[in-house]
């Protein structure tokens, strides 16, 4: 049975990665839509990145969304040294659809509602946590949330204790955390273990078509100079497709909101009933593998 799901994303090079990994499996995943939110780059570029890479996958037909264009409070982070000015490493990619009228955090509740949906939420938490907030009741419709955010265990990407995406928005990671709802989560802790490296780059352009080679030059700006560079956000999708990849333990969590040198941290309390399987291990190469057979199914 095909799973369905939906894209909260702000692309971003490894957003990039996550999407066309699952359009390539459209088999086993039923993307509903694609919302995007301000993150690696403000909302205008993230949300033209979501449509270009609709349209280089060849499926104009999923729905876009744009939504917040900022974080609930203070000024969020922005990552343009990580994935570009532009979000995409300069990869040019055709123009894709226009975003519908219908604002994200709407398209989140609507397709909540209807039950069975998987939210996979690999930007900061803000559309998802304002989604909930004005419709408490999504939360018993939807399935489970799948998202890429936090550091249990180790030193964050933006400050010594936060991971980038819930230092953009400690706020909203906090009511998503607090909320309840089954979740899968990807933190630093699992996500650093898969290494970009040139062989695996390779791989992606050794498929040859349009999206596999894009795919490759993506990857390349993001290894850019830096020595071990990691893929996060398509430990989400992965998960979901072969979850004998990935290990993890149950938590309980929130996220630290008021110490301002503490921001964003992960805190996580170990508790075989808790709702949240947090994930510490990843077979690499069989992830890859994954990846790569995913993007080679495209059309595009
Ligand atoms: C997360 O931050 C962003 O830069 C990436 O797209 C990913 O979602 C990793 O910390
Ligand atoms: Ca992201």
Redesign the pocket.
């Known amino acids: 049975m095909r799973r369905s799901i939906l894209i909260d994303?702000?692309?971003?090079?490894?957003?990039a990665a996550a999407i066309l990994t699952a359009l390539g499996a459209a088999d086993r995943l039923s993307l509903g839509a694609v919302t995007t939110v301000a993150?690696?780059v403000d909302l205008d570029a993230v949300t033209r990145n979501a449509a270009g890479l609709l349209a280089l996958a060849g499926r104009t037909d999923v729905p876009l969304h744009a939504g917040c264009p900022r974080a609930l409070f203070g000024a969020g982070e922005r990552?343009g040294h990580?994935?570009g000015a532009d979000g995409i490493g300069g990869v040019a990619l055709s123009p894709g659809p226009a975003p519908s009228p219908e604002h994200a955090v709407q398209a989140i509740r609507r397709l909540a509602r209807g039950g069975g949906v998987t939210i996979v939420a690999?930007?900061p938490l803000t559309n998802l946590a304002l989604a909930l907030v004005e419709e408490p009741a999504i939360a018993t419709e939807i399935e489970r949330l799948v998202i890429?955010?936090g550091v249990a265990d180790g030193p964050g990407?933006?400050t010594d204790w936060a991971?980038?995406?819930f230092a953009?928005d400690p706020e909203a990671a906090r009511i998503v955390l607090e909320s309840g709802l089954p979740t899968a989560l990807f933190g630093?802790d699992v996500?650093r273990q898969a290494h970009v490296t040139p062989q695996r780059i390779a791989a992606f352009d050794a498929l040859g078509t349009p999206a596999g080679k894009a795919l490759a030059r993506m990857l390349r700006a993001y290894q850019g100079e830096r020595p071990r560079p990691v893929l996060?956000?398509p430990c989400t999708i992965a998960w979901l497709l072969q979850p004998d990849l990935f290990a993890g333990r149950r938590v309980r969590a929130s996220v630290e909101t008021a110490n301002p040198a503490q921001r964003g941290r992960l805190m996580t309390t170990d508790d075989p009933q808790g709702p949240i399987e947090l994930m510490t291990a990843l077979d690499a190469d069989g992830f890859f593998a994954l990846l790569t057979q995913c993007v080679g199914g495209l059309r595009g």
Do not use: K, Q, R, W
């Open positions: 994303c702000d692309p971003g090079l490894d957003d993150g690696n990552a990580v994935h690999i930007g890429m955010g990407n933006v991971e980038f995406n953009c630093l996500t996060h956000d």
